[in-house]
């Protein structure tokens, strides 16, 4: 596994965390527990980015992908920014918003450590830092992220007072998103123009589309951009809408392992909307996309089937390579409410399933 890739992970003061760690962490990384035990407050966790503006733009779109909204302008491509303060959404981020967020990536140390702040307690030097990018009014709150090995510190304003500051790309795939224009918008960045990275995301979808043929951007109706596909024996395009969730959600995995590259990628509810007995095929294709692009997979389920299922796509022989870098977390709750993470590598996630233990988390 790539240095960059995360080997271990520590939050602390994140919604309903006090604290939580991971440790022996691997590039192919599968998290299950009960409901309500915080799988998906961890994918969302691991959005943090060492940048303050990408940070804050990242946790507001986890939280828009929770289901909220603001307005009636839809999601992120379409934000009323003016409304975004109104949301105080990060009374939903920090469990106590009076202390900071802090994220660890060794067990040294912490890595950076996130404030939310009002303009009336920030000191000078933190109001001499704002000062070089506010024109205007000062707004209320800001997003301070120190990094603790060198005190060095950003800021930035807690709200998207200044709209041209929001950009996002949190690599994080909700259970609930299907498509969304913004797939159009990595399709031509990615795929259109690169004819062998789109022929390698048109035979990885034919899992799903057997006879697909070709991928490609069309204008139906003269309204809309959309991703269409063309099938063999067929002259009409149909919008990849057309064969339900499921498909779209499986061309969104793909498309977003390949955008990417080298970096790590959060996926809720991975095997929702996959037949069980395209589970297997689907898991190799999964980790071998990952493993040529380098990208370190971060993703949840409840279901025994896809826990199975990636064990079983790692058994067969072309697949054993990926084996030392596969982990099953599991998230356990502890009578007192704390979260902990017991962490299997394959051969003990392998021999847990034979024997019918329960890898899958839950009360303790």
């Avoid at 007072?161 to 960045?189: C, G, H, W």
């Avoid at 969104?252 to 929702?272: F, P, T």
């Avoid at 689907?282 to 089937?305: D, G, R």
């Amino acid at each position: 596994m790539e240095k960059q890739h995360l080997t271990y992970f520590k939050i602390e003061n994140f919604k309903r965390f006090d604290s939580f760690e991971m440790s022996n962490l691997g590039q192919f990384n599968l998290i299950v527990g009960d409901n309500n035990v915080g799988k998906t407050s961890v994918l969302e966790a691991l959005t943090f980015d060492e940048d303050a503006t990408r940070f804050t733009a990242n946790y507001l779109e986890t939280f828009l992908n929770r289901g909220h909204r603001i307005s009636t302008f839809g999601r992120i491509g379409h934000l009323n920014i003016k409304k975004i303060p109104s949301t105080d959404f990060w009374q939903t981020i920090f469990k106590d918003p009076k202390k900071p967020i802090i994220f660890h990536t060794a067990p040294s140390q912490a890595y950076i450590s996130v404030n939310l702040l009002s303009s009336g307690s920030l000191n000078k030097e933190e109001a001499d830092e704002i000062r070089k990018t506010v024109v205007g009014v000062v707004p209320e709150y800001w997003i301070k992220i120190v990094f603790n090995d060198s005190g060095f510190f950003q800021i930035t304003p807690a709200y998207f007072e200044n709209k041209e500051m929001y950009q996002s790309d949190p690599a994080f795939i909700a259970a609930n998103l299907s498509y969304d224009d913004d797939l159009v918008t990595y399709f031509y960045r990615f795929f259109n123009e690169h004819k062998s990275t789109r022929r390698e995301l048109e035979q990885s979808l034919k899992l799903i589309i057997p006879n697909l043929e070709e991928l490609r951007i069309h204008r139906f109706y003269g309204e809309r951009d959309m991703i269409a596909f063309s099938i063999k024996d067929n002259d009409n395009l149909q919008p990849v809408t057309q064969y339900g969730d499921g498909t779209v959600k499986v061309l969104r995995l793909l498309m977003e392992i390949i955008a990417h590259q080298n970096l790590r990628l959060m996926v809720d509810e991975i095997g929702s909307g996959i037949h069980f007995t395209r589970l297997k095929e689907y898991w190799k294709t999964i980790i071998q996309l990952c493993f040529k692009y380098n990208v370190q997979l971060f993703a949840t389920t409840h279901s025994l089937e896809c826990q199975q299922a990636f064990i079983e796509a790692l058994e067969d022989e072309e697949m054993k390579q990926y084996q030392k870098d596969a982990r099953n977390i599991s998230l356990i709750e502890n009578k007192q409410g704390e979260v902990k993470a017991v962490t299997y590598d394959f051969g003990q996630f392998e021999y847990a399933l034979n024997i019918g233990f329960n890898t899958r988390g839950g009360a303790r």
